[in-house]
C-alpha cells in the first residue's frame, strides 16, 4: 500500500467552508510581574460536523483557546465566531465536557441530564418530551441501565458517559472537550473514544477536543492543530488525517497511512517543538495556571 505524503497546511491557507472561525486571537493575563501573553494571533476556521483535535505540550495554551471557544474567557485581541454570531459568553449551543465530569454527587445521572435539558428546552418540550429526551441521549452513551445511580454508585467511565450525554442533551452546535478521557484507564479510554465516533457520525456535531494522546488524535479526528510551544503559543501546523470512516482501532494498528499521520504529529511534537529544557516549559504551564487563576474574567462552568 502506497502512502500518501500527509497534508499539513499552516492556518493562512486554509480553505475550509467555516461554521466556527477564530481570527486573531490573544489573550494576556495579568500577573503580579506584569502581562502574561498566553495566546498570539491564534487563527482557525472550523466546518460544521468536523472532528478537531488541538494537541501540544503543557503551557501551549489549548484549554484557553477551548476556554475562548467557550465564552468563559474573552480574547485580549481578536475574537470568535459562530454562524455568523460573535461569542462573547457561554451559551449551549456550545457544550463543554470536563476530564472532571462535574455531575452533582446529590442527583441520579438521569436528574444530572435533567437539569441541562430543562434549562435549554424549558417551555420549548412537553416534560413527556423531556423524559424521552433524557433517556435517548443517555441512551446514546449506553447508561440507561444506570439512570437511576448516583455517581458515586458508578465507575468513572460511566461517570464521563453522564457529562457526554448530559452535554449532547443540550442539543448544542459544537461540542468542547478538554481531555474528556485523560483520567481514564486505557479499556475505558477506548470505549469511550468509539462511542464518541459513533455518536458524532450519528448527530454530525462539530466537535473540539484538546488531548496529549497521538494515537488518540489520529484515530478520533479530521484534522489535527498542533500548538507551538508558550508563552504566545499560536497555531503551529495543521494535519489533514484522510482517514476513512468508520475508524477500526485494530485495523488501523497497521495501516501505513495512520502511522504516517502518528509520525507526523511526533515529529512536530518531539522535533519542531522539542522542549528546550523541560525546567523552562514546566514555569511555562505553571505561569499559564497562575494567570488564570488570578484573572476575575468569567469562568462559569458550562452545562456538559
Known sequence: MSIQTASIQTVSIQTVSKQLELTGVSIEFPTPTGAFKALDNVNLKIAKGEFVSLIGHSGCGKSTVLNIVAGLYKATAGGVVLDGKEVDEPGPERAVVFQNHSLLPWLSAY????????????????????????????????????????????????????????????????????????????????????????????????????????????????????????????????????????????????????????????????????????????RSAKRVEEAEAETELPKKQAQG
Open 111 to 282: 436528574e444530572n441530564v435533567e437539569l441541562a435539558v430543562k434549562q435549554v428546552f424549558k417551555g420549548k418540550k412537553s416534560r413527556a418530551e423531556m423524559k424521552a429526551w433524557i433517556e435517548h441521549n443517555l441512551e446514546l452513551v449506553h447508561m440507561t441501565h444506570a439512570m437511576h445511580k448516583r455517581p458515586g454508585e458508578i465507575s468513572g467511565g460511566m461517570k464521563q458517559r453522564v457529562g457526554i450525554a448530559r452535554a449532547l442533551a443540550m442539543e448544542p452546535k459544537v461540542l468542547l472537550m478538554d481531555e474528556p478521557f485523560g483520567a481514564l484507564d486505557a479499556l475505558t479510554r477506548a470505549h469511550l473514544q468509539d462511542s464518541l465516533m459513533e455518536i458524532q457520525k450519528d448527530l454530525n456535531n462539530t466537535v473540539i477536543m484538546i488531548t496529549h494522546d497521538v494515537d488518540e488524535a489520529v484515530l478520533l479526528s479530521d484534522r489535527i492543530v498542533m500548538m507551538t510551544n508558550g508563552p504566545a503559543a499560536t497555531v503551529g501546523e495543521i494535519l489533514d488525517v484522510e482517514l476513512a470512516r468508520p475508524r477500526n482501532r485494530i485495523a488501523l494498528a497497521d495501516d501505513p497511512q495512520y502511522n504516517h499521520y502518528r509520525h507526523q504529529v511526533l515529529s512536530f511534537l518531539y522535533e519542531k517543538q522539542r522542549k528546550v529544557e523541560d525546567i523552562d516549559q514546566h
